[in-house]
C-alpha cells in the first residue's frame, strides 16, 4: 500500500510570494492534517481535512489556507510569504487515531 | 504556548540499555498519547499509542507509561539498538477530531 506522498519535496521562494503544496493519501483515508515543523519549535498543527471539510484549525494566521479534494487529496497554499516561513510541512493522512506523515515539503523563504 | 514539552533535548544511550524519553502535557483534557520516531529527510513514524484508561502499552521493545495525576507520560525502549537513534516525538489530543499537540522532540543516540 502507498504511503502519504507530497511534492514537491524541496521549494524555494522569495519574500511575498505564493506557495502550493500538495499531498496523497494513503489509499481509503479521508482525513488529511497538516503539520509545519520548525527547529526548536516542533510539530505545529495547521489545519485538518476530513471529507472535503475543514474539521480543525491551529493558530495560524489567514494566509494559510488548504483545500481536501474529493478524491481525498489536499492542498495547503501559503500567501504573501514571510521569512518565518522557512520550514518542513508535513501533510498525513489518519486511521484508527493514528497519523501516518508523508516525507514533507521543505519550503525556504529567501 | 507549548501545551505538550519534552524538556530533554538528547539523551545518549549505550547499546542493550534501557533509554527513556519523557513527556509532560498541562492540559487535562488530553485523553490520547502518541510517540513518533523521525529519521532525518523523513517523516514522523508511528511507534506506540496509550488512551488515557490505560497506565500502559506494551509493543515489543517499546513500552509508554501514562501517570495521569502528574500529566506526564515516558517511553521505554529495551534493550536499546543503534538503530533506535532518532528523534523521537510524543503527541497529545483531546479527543477532537486528529488535531494533536507535539513536543518539541528527544534526540536519542543510541552507542554500539
Known amino acids: 500500500k502507498a504511503g502519504v506522498t507530497q511534492t514537491p519535496r524541496y521549494l524555494i521562494k522569495t519574500r511575498g510570494q505564493q506557495v502550493t503544496l500538495s499531498c496523497s493519501p494513503i489509499s481509503g483515508h479521508r482525513s488529511v492534517s497538516w503539520y509545519q515543523q520548525t527547529p526548536g519549535q516542533g510539530l505545529q498543527f495547521l489545519f485538518e481535512y476530513f471529507s472535503e471539510t475543514q474539521r480543525n484549525k491551529g493558530n495560524f494566521p489567514g494566509r494559510f489556507s488548504g483545500r481536501q479534494f474529493s478524491n481525498s487529496r489536499s492542498e495547503m497554499n501559503v500567501s504573501t510569504l514571510e521569512l518565518g516561513d522557512s520550514a518542513l510541512y508535513l501533510c498525513a493522512s489518519s486511521r484508527d487515531e493514528k497519523l501516518f506523515f508523508g516525507s514533507g515539503t521543505q519550503l525556504s523563504v529567501l | 504556548d507549548q501545551q505538550v514539552k519534552q524538556n530533554s533535548p538528547s539523551l545518549s544511550v549505550q547499546e542493550g540499555r534501557i533509554s527513556i524519553l519523557n513527556c509532560d502535557y498541562t492540559?487535562?483534557?488530553?485523553?490520547?498519547f502518541l510517540w513518533y520516531k523521525k529519521y532525518p529527510a523523513e517523516g514522523p513514524t508511528f511507534l506506540i499509542s496509550i488512551s488515557s484508561i490505560k497506565d500502559k502499552n506494551e509493543d515489543g521493545r517499546f513500552t509508554v507509561f501514562l501517570n495521569k495525576s502528574a500529566k506526564h507520560l515516558s517511553l521505554h525502549i529495551v534493550p536499546s539498538q543503534p538503530g533506535d537513534s532518532a528523534v523521537y516525538f510524543c503527541a497529545a489530543s483531546a479527543n477532537t477530531g486528529n488535531q494533536f499537540y507535539f513536543g518539541t522532540g528527544t534526540s536519542l543516540t543510541v552507542i554500539p
Open positions: 492540559n487535562s483534557m488530553f485523553d490520547y
